[in-house]
């Protein structure tokens, strides 16, 4: 007799893909690795994978606060612009005064803009995308602002302030070690925790899973639900601080199209457009395969428009399993 679990064969291939996504992305993550690898030995280099954790920093910060914006329910279409905006605002700073207190200011310019979404979101019922997307605008235009349209440069390695670049990577003679990816690490557990294991992030989930039951129970939405945009505002800084201390100059205008590499990295990682689920380990996973598209397309002959359909295309794929998977869900709750 065939055994079965939640109405599925227990060895049914489709319904074993879409039940465990994060396997799955694992597993592709690996397959891209290994391809890379033997298409081009000049991917096998220590070079490459610092270039690819150098360039996969910031991109992690903005998709953890994506994550908790999108298990809430909600998007946040500012994370891009709103980075470049804060970076903007330090580097401005940074010129007057000591460094850290300028990665102070950064932080709290995006916490400010989080708190900002999550008024018009959760306060004034505004839609995330309407809301989101308006202070997208905001953001570039503020950052063009603040420093008259001119590009900002933060200390480079070697001048006064300049130590804050070592906080992701440092070198020891010719050796460069990726330390940032520690910091990484330990930032995830963290958010996994709070995820999962505080307050805070069960009403959260509880939020994207079901608003109107979430109230009905007695919690304060308002609160909560501008909490996980007010997360997603400070890891906006903190991208904000990895970007200023991997680039050597930040022009304004730009980060535009990069809100969708962290939103994707959500996505693919498994956390459901629907809201209501999602882990931070999975977007880390998925982080990792984006940049490691973009890093390893190159070397096999495929330059930006290739990359880009690619992208979009692995994209459009963790989006369909994440529809079949609600779908499945649906029928046999």
């Known amino acids: 007799m065939e055994e079965k679990k939640s109405g599925f064969p227990l060895f049914h291939p489709v319904s074993q893909v879409f039940g465990n996504q994060k396997i799955v992305v694992l597993l592709v993550l690996a397959a891209l690795f290994a391809l890379f690898s033997i298409l081009s030995p000049a991917f096998r280099s220590y070079t490459t994978l610092i270039t690819l954790f150098s360039y996969s920093y910031y991109i992690t ?34 010129k007057g005064c000591p460094v850290v207190v300028a990665m102070l200011a950064t932080l709290l310019a995006g916490v400010a803009f989080g708190w900002l979404n999550g008024f018009l979101v959760a306060v004034l019922k505004l839609p995330p995308f309407i809301a989101t997307l308006g202070t997208m605008m905001i953001c570039r235009g503020v950052g063009s602002i603040a420093v008259g349209g001119l590009s900002v440069t933060w200390p480079m390695k070697g001048k006064v302030g300049g130590w804050f670049r070592s906080i992701f990577r440092i070198q020891l003679g010719k050796l460069i070690l990726p330390i940032g990816f520690l910091w990484v690490i330990l930032i995830v557990l963290l958010m996994t925790y709070l995820l999962n294991h505080t307050r805070t992030g069960r009403y959260i989930i509880a ?15 308002v609160r909560y639900h501008m909490m996980a945009y007010i997360i997603s505002g400070l890891f906006t800084g903190l991208a904000a601080i990895a970007y200023a201390a991997t680039f050597q100059a930040i022009a304004p205008g730009t980060g535009a199209g990069l809100e969708l590499d962290a ?5 693919i990682g498994g956390t459901s457009m629907a809201g209501g689920m999602g882990t931070v380990s999975g977007t880390l996973i998925g982080v990792f395969i984006m940049a490691l598209l973009k890093t390893g397309l ?6 930006a428009n290739w990359q880009q359909i690619i992208s979009g295309l692995v994209l459009v794929l963790a989006v369909g399993m994440d529809v079949m998977k609600n779908r499945r869900m649906a029928r046999h709750s």
């Open 61 to 94: 910060f903005m998709a953890i606060g994506a994550t908790f914006v999108i298990i809430s329910g909600g998007v946040d279409l500012s994370l891009g612009t709103g980075m470049i905006c804060d970076a903007l605002i330090g580097g401005l700073l940074q």
């Open 207 to 221: 939020i994207g899973s079901n608003q109107e039951a979430t109230r009905l129970s007695g919690i304060k939405v």
């Open 263 to 267: 939103i994707g990295s959500a996505v």
């Open 298 to 303: 190159p070397f096999v002959g495929l330059q």
